[in-house]
């Protein structure tokens, strides 16, 4: 399984971009379904911090600082997740990372993955 983030970029303060989190392959031959999917960001010299996460039927959780501005969804025929971010601020910046969890049908088979992040520069 692969996992690709994109979308990442340069932007002005208060502009709008959308980062988005593609899964292809398949993580096992098992049958397998997606459980919760999240994005985290990490600022330089920061640790990472929780952004926002959907589960499978499609409840969403954001992070106070972009509640408000952040959506996240899904787009289950591409198995996309994207994040759709607006009124950004420069302290936005940050790479933006996915990850997904996968689970196994009648089975207790999980597991975790990470996409390579994808990186934001909000300007002033």
């Known amino acids: 399984v692969q996992l690709q983030a994109s979308g990442g970029g340069l932007v002005q303060a208060g502009g709008y971009l959308r980062l988005s989190c593609a899964v292809s392959?398949?993580?096992?031959?098992?049958?397998?379904?997606?459980?919760?999917v999240a994005w985290y960001r990490q600022a330089p010299g920061n640790g990472r911090e929780f952004v926002a996460d959907?589960?499978?039927?499609?409840?969403?959780t954001y992070a106070d600082s972009v509640k408000g501005r952040f959506t996240m969804s899904r787009d289950a025929l591409k198995n996309m997740w994207n994040l759709q971010m607006s009124s950004l601020k420069p302290e936005d910046t940050a790479v933006y990372s996915c990850n997904v969890n996968f689970r196994g049908i009648s089975s207790d088979w999980r597991m975790s993955s990470w996409g390579q992040g994808t990186e934001l520069t909000v300007s002033s």
């Open positions: 392959g398949h993580p096992t031959s098992r049958r397998y379904s997606f459980g919760t």
């Open positions: 959907i589960t499978n039927d499609g409840t969403t």
